[in-house]
């Protein structure tokens, strides 16, 4: 009899200077598009890697890209048009007027109550 081990990859977690902001799933492409989505202001021209105005500088975590990227980049830098988080991320950007969702009190009591 043969036993199977089920291994389930939690999405990463993208915080801005330690605020965690968005988890990255399938929904979006590219890492770009997921903080365009959370209104995170970023430049972007080219948005596929070659012209380097959406390089971001890596607190801690790595990305992968899907596109080999063209533009020069340092060790601790990442061009968010081309990539996707492969771990949790910590990016050097500011989380000043991100629109985070968060659950009002009044649902989280009551979803405390279902469960
Ligand atoms: S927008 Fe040009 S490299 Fe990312």
Same mark, same amino acid.
């Given at each position: 009899m043969s036993s199977s081990i089920l291994i389930f990859k939690k999405d990463p977690?993208?915080?801005?200077?330690?605020?965690?902001?968005?988890l &990255?799933n399938q /929904?979006?492409?590219?890492?770009?598009? #997921?903080?365009? &989505?959370?209104?995170?202001?970023? &430049?972007?021209? @080219?948005?596929?890697?070659?012209?380097? #105005? @959406?390089?971001?500088?890596?607190?801690?975590?790595?990305?992968n890209?899907?596109?080999?990227?063209?533009?020069?980049?340092?060790? !601790?830098?990442?061009?968010?048009?081309?990539?996707?988080?492969e771990t949790n991320?910590?990016?050097?950007?500011?989380? !000043?007027?991100? /629109?985070?969702?968060?659950?009002?009190?009044?649902?989280?009591?009551?979803?405390?109550?279902? !469960?």
């Amino acid at each position: 009899m043969s036993s199977s081990i089920l291994i389930f990859k939690k999405d990463p977690i993208v915080s801005l200077q330690g605020q965690p902001v968005l988890l &990255f799933n399938q /929904q979006h492409e590219t890492l770009l598009e #997921a903080l365009e &989505f959370k209104k995170i202001k970023i &430049f972007s021209e @080219c948005r596929s890697g070659y012209c380097g #105005a @959406c390089k971001t500088r890596v607190l801690s975590g790595k990305v992968n890209y899907l596109t080999p990227p063209l533009a020069s980049l340092e060790a !601790d830098e990442c061009l968010p048009c081309c990539c996707v988080p492969e771990t949790n991320l910590n990016l050097d950007l500011s989380p !000043d007027g991100v /629109q985070v969702v968060t659950r009002p009190p009044h649902l989280l009591q009551k979803t405390l109550l279902l !469960d």
